[in-house]
């Protein structure tokens, strides 16, 4: 009997999948693949997909008014069902194609990898509370709370629009600073409120009777609102109110000036990466870093790089990550280096040995080789990773090895 042969694992697929289900399958993640351009299918999805959230957004506008129900209420209803239909059935098309967006996690985790991720709560929120009241009648008044929740089909925009991206990284880059604004400008209010309530609670006990009741009068004058329901009305509480109010208008230009900067960043950074591409025809090479790397643990504006390279992305467990200055790499990511090509006319004889089962480097570390003071390892390439090549990396069959010769 002749003994079958073990396939080889396809990243994505699932287990005893044939080859013709698993083609099916990675065509439709390629066509509901957000940003997929490589075809016409993916390209028309996504031109279909945002007509259709459009659609919907006008549609549930106009729901609220009644002169537009009573004329054309049917129509508005029909229209909301199907594109609301078309959202559950994306919902499902995501969930079976799941494991090709993680590939490098098993399917079950892949798909319980989006089901609790941000884009797949909004594409589940999109279209829930919608069929909620069909399984529930019983419960249909408290589930009308819930269709506020389709304003989430707004994030579903969002994933079109790389200027709308732009704000979600501005807010991840400058979260720190901004939850201590955020923290001070709390403590200041609750200082005020209780400054206020030491000095009107003799005048007007029924409006600040307690030392948290000032908490809105607090928030609207650090926040420059005014609304002017509750106010001082004692000589000292003006003159605190007033001192209050000064000190408002600049802690709360706080978060405003840490969100203004990282915008300036942000394009900054955009337009220096559209410079060099449109300047030069950039040069991209993969590194993919080792457990001895000492790279790991370190973030991105620690590594001492030139100016001419910059890292356009990162790598991770099948994800593609925004290289920001403060993201911290680890073992087995994959750094995608950009840089100007090399064109000042020099001769550079690089040279390129792959490593045979007879090699006499097979099984040696790079500082145990006998080569020559004007020989360097430039890099070494193993199982289509290219690794940075150090003294006590030790080398194996089938890596291919790139030497550069002085003179």
């Given at each position: 009997?002749?003994?079958?042969?073990?396939k080889?694992?396809?990243?994505?697929?699932?287990?005893?999948?044939?080859?013709?289900?698993?083609?099916?399958?990675k065509?439709?993640?390629h066509?509901?693949?957000?940003?997929?351009?490589?075809d016409?299918?993916?390209?028309?999805?996504?031109?279909?997909?945002?007509?259709?959230?459009?659609?919907?957004?006008?549609?549930?506008?106009?729901?609220?008014?009644?002169?537009?129900m009573?004329a054309?209420g049917?129509?508005?209803?029909?229209?909301?069902a199907?594109?609301?239909?078309?959202?559950?059935?994306?919902?499902?098309?995501?969930?079976?194609?799941?494991?090709?967006?993680?590939?490098?996690?098993?399917?079950?985790?892949?798909?319980?990898?989006?089901i609790?991720?941000?884009?797949?709560?909004?594409?589940?929120?999109?279209?829930?509370?919608?069929?909620?009241?069909?399984?529930?009648?019983?419960g249909?008044v408290a589930?009308?709370?819930?269709?506020?929740?389709?304003i989430?089909?707004?994030?579903?925009?969002?994933?079109?629009?790389?200027?709308?991206?732009?704000?979600?990284?501005?807010?991840?880059?400058?979260?720190?600073?901004?939850?201590?604004?955020?923290?001070?400008?709390?403590?200041?209010?609750?200082?005020?409120?209780?400054?206020?309530?030491?000095v009107?609670?003799?005048?007007?006990?029924?409006?600040?009777?307690?030392?948290?009741?000032?908490?809105?009068?607090?928030?609207?004058?650090?926040?420059?609102?005014?609304?002017?329901?509750?106010?001082?009305?004692t000589?000292?509480?003006?003159?605190?109110?007033?001192?209050?109010?000064?000190?408002?208008?600049?802690?709360?230009?706080?978060?405003?000036?840490?969100?203004?900067?990282?915008?300036?960043?942000?394009?900054?950074r955009?337009q220096?990466?559209?410079?060099?591409?449109?300047?030069?025809?950039?040069?991209?090479i993969?590194?993919?870093?080792?457990?001895?790397d000492?790279?790991i643990?370190?973030?991105?504006?620690?590594?001492?790089?030139?100016?001419?390279?910059?890292?356009?992305?990162?790598?991770?467990?099948g994800?593609?990550?925004?290289?920001?200055?403060?993201?911290?790499?680890?073992?087995e990511?994959?750094?995608?280096?950009g840089?100007?090509?090399?064109?000042?006319?020099?001769?550079?004889?690089?040279?390129?040995?792959?490593?045979?089962?007879?090699?006499?480097?097979?099984?040696k570390?790079?500082?145990?080789?006998?080569?020559?003071?004007?020989?360097?390892?430039?890099?070494v390439?193993?199982?289509?990773?290219?690794?940075?090549?150090?003294?006590?990396?030790?080398?194996?069959?089938?890596?291919?090895?790139?030497?550069?010769?002085?003179g």
């Amino acid at each position: 009997m002749k003994k079958k042969k073990n396939k080889h694992h396809i990243p994505g697929a699932w287990k005893n999948e044939s080859e013709k289900m698993i083609k099916v399958r990675k065509a439709l993640f390629h066509a509901v693949d957000v940003g997929y351009t490589e075809d016409i299918q993916g390209r028309a999805y996504d031109f279909l997909n945002l007509i259709v959230i459009l659609i919907n957004l006008v549609v549930t506008v106009m729901m609220t008014f009644k002169e537009m129900m009573a004329a054309y209420g049917g129509i508005l209803q029909t229209i909301e069902a199907v594109t609301v239909f078309f959202f559950a059935l994306d919902y499902l098309l995501r969930l079976y194609t799941s494991s090709f967006l993680f590939p490098a996690k098993k399917p079950w985790s892949a798909l319980w990898h989006y089901i609790i991720s941000f884009n797949g709560i909004v594409d589940l929120l999109s279209f829930l509370p919608y069929y909620l009241p069909f399984f529930f009648p019983s419960g249909a008044v408290a589930f009308r709370m819930f269709r506020v929740m389709r304003i989430f089909r707004l994030f579903r925009i969002n994933a079109y629009y790389d200027s709308l991206n732009v704000i979600t990284e501005v807010l991840k880059s400058k979260a720190k600073q901004l939850i201590s604004s955020v923290f001070i400008l709390l403590l200041l209010m609750l200082a005020a409120s209780l400054c206020m309530y030491s000095v009107e609670n003799p005048a007007q006990p029924e409006v600040f009777d307690n030392a948290l009741s000032g908490i809105w009068w607090a928030s609207a004058t650090l926040m420059t609102v005014g609304y002017g329901d509750i106010y001082p009305i004692t000589a000292t509480g003006k003159i605190l109110g007033t001192i209050i109010t000064f000190l408002g208008v600049g802690v709360a230009a706080i978060p405003t000036g840490i969100i203004s900067a990282g915008f300036v960043e942000q394009y900054s950074r955009l337009q220096q990466v559209g410079n060099l591409v449109s300047g030069t025809s950039m040069q991209f090479i993969r590194v993919a870093l080792d457990p001895n790397d000492n790279w790991i643990g370190k973030t991105i504006k620690e590594l001492d790089l030139p100016d001419e390279v910059i890292i356009t992305a990162v790598t991770r467990n099948g994800e593609v990550i925004i290289p920001r200055g403060d993201l911290e790499l680890e073992e087995e990511d994959v750094l995608v280096f950009g840089a100007e090509p090399f064109t000042d006319g020099m001769n550079i004889a690089l040279k390129e040995i792959k490593l045979t089962s007879d090699h006499d480097w097979k099984n040696k570390m790079i500082k145990e080789l006998d080569i020559s003071r004007q020989t360097f390892i430039v890099s070494v390439k193993r199982k289509g990773k290219t690794m940075i090549p150090n003294g006590s990396l030790k080398l194996a069959e089938g890596d291919v090895i790139i030497l550069y010769s002085k003179g």
